[in-house]
Nanobody, 126 residues
Framework: QVQLVQSGGGLVQTGGSLRLSCAAS????????MAWFRQAPGKEREFVAA????????QVADSVKGRFTISRDGAGNTVYLQMTSLKPEDTAVYYC???????????????????WGQGTQVTVSS
């Protein structure tokens, strides 16, 4: 079993930056898909960013392209979401997610992931 522990997040003004971290334990995730999703009140969970494995190509949602970046540490077991130029519409609970099996494509649907972090609130004030 893999456990994901998230850190970071908080309250920031419009235009500010935050970095979220997601540390995996229990098994190496360096060769497996990892992703970030977010969920705003009253809305469905939506894709933010993902990578297939450590040092692979990445993909971000159109709504955050050019502002958010997903990356992993050298060992590949901590995933980061660097968020810049934050907007009020980025306010949500952010979740990291992982998958037990490998993928040759980047996965962007929540039900394609097997385990989740506890979530962390990001609030962007106007």
């Amino acid at each position: 079993q893999v456990q994901l522990v998230q850190s970071g997040g908080g309250l920031v003004q419009t235009g500010g930056s935050l970095r979220l971290s997601c540390a995996a334990s229990g098994r190496s995730v360096s060769n497996y898909p990892m992703a970030w999703f977010r969920q705003a009140p009253g809305k469905e969970r939506e894709f933010v960013a993902a990578s297939k494995w450590s040092r692979s190509s990445t993909q971000v949602a159109d709504s955050v392209k050019g502002r958010f970046t997903i990356s992993r540490d050298g060992a590949g077991n901590t995933v980061y979401l660097q968020m810049t130029s934050l907007k009020p519409e980025d306010t949500a609970v952010y979740y990291c997610a992982g998958r037990y099996t490998r993928s040759v494509v980047i996965l962007t649907e929540p039900d394609e992931y097997d385990y989740w972090g506890q979530g962390t609130q990001v609030t962007v004030s106007s």
